[in-house]
């Protein structure tokens, strides 16, 4: 998920994702959200990994590569373009297909990249997605979601993903369809409108921390075998910086705080914010930068 919270006098940009890969079994640890070196800005997606981690991590080298990108000389809607063109490059280099096949296969992996535009004065977020005719990656800016109040910007990814597009590419494919019950990005989307109603702020302004209520939520019932493991969270803020969040779960034989989806060990110091995910406090872990880690609560009071 992606989202602008509105708080009192600002915005800010959420990223949040569950920790689960499969591939064949379910590993509960891994990043799902990266922000980009200029500090900004931050990537996440949804799908096949075996595409998204080389072009999560070329997005990462082309921004500190060019200077004028990594010390934020140009906006990201000029950033945004040019990450595009260099994971279409990539594509462009794929070679020695399986006898009997002429190209590689449609990747299903859709990517999100957002932050703050100092041209534009706002958030802005992009999803990034495959299109099969032109076989490259386009994208598509991500506006107010209408018909639940205003100035509610929001974005859901999630596998497997049983819209349109994925049920024509299964028949093209000749694989089994998805089925829209076990969608979940349609189960966070309703459960969020029914947080909404229930709440009754269907009508208002602006989002808070709802949306993270609902992948929370989710995690806790294990909805589906696609979400598990602990919360992540990323805050990108107006003065251009890129804050990661730990988050206060549940753990056994580890720190009950998790970093960017891996639990710490109990020797570990965390040097982030810690987010409590039931109360959404903002509270000072035991270890750390007391410093820097104040700095964050005292802005977070003030929401």
């Given amino acids: 998920m992606a989202w602008v919270r509105t708080l009192k006098d600002r915005e800010e940009l959420v990223f949040c994702s569950d920790s689960r890969l499969r591939f064949g079994c379910a590993w ?29 991590h070329a997005a990462m080298n082309a921004v500190s590569l060019h200077q004028g990108s990594r010390r934020r000389l140009v906006d990201i809607t000029v950033v945004k373009p040019f990450l595009l063109k260099a994971i279409n490059s990539m594509l462009s280099q794929i070679s020695d297909f399986p006898q ?42 991500v506006r107010d979601w209408k018909g639940l109040g205003s100035a509610r910007k929001i974005i859901f990814l999630g596998d497997p993903e049983a819209s349109l597009s994925a049920m024509k590419r299964a028949q093209r494919k000749g694989e089994c369809k998805p089925n829209p019950e076990d969608d979940v990005q349609e189960l966070a989307k309703k459960r969020f409108i029914e947080l909404l109603a229930e709440r009754n702020i269907t009508d208002g302004h602006g989002l808070n921390m709802e949306p993270f209520e609902v992948l929370r939520d989710m995690l806790r019932s294990e909805i589906s075998p696609h979400v598990g493991g602990s919360p992540q969270l990323v805050k990108i803020y107006q003065h251009l910086n890129a804050q990661p969040f730990g988050i206060r779960w549940a753990s056994e034989s ?23 995910p039931d109360t959404l406090d903002v509270e000072r872990s035991n270890v750390g930068d007391a410093d820097e880690v104040s700095e964050v609560e005292e802005a977070e009071k003030c929401s």
């Fill in 28 to 56: 509960d640890a891994c990043q799902k959200i990266f922000p980009l070196p200029r500090g900004d800005c931050a990537i996440t997606f949804a799908g096949d990994t075996k595409f998204a981690f080389p072009f999560i």
């Fill in 254 to 276: 580890r720190s009950p705080i998790a970093i960017l989806g891996r639990a710490l060990e109990a020797t570990e110091k965390a040097h982030v914010p810690v987010l409590n």
């Fill in 100 to 141: 009997g096949e002429t190209e590689y296969e449609e990747p299903e992996l859709r990517l999100v990249f957002g932050g703050y535009s100092w041209l534009r004065k706002e958030f802005v977020i992009w999803k990034f997605h495959f299109n099969s005719g032109e076989r490259e990656f386009k994208h598509a800016e």
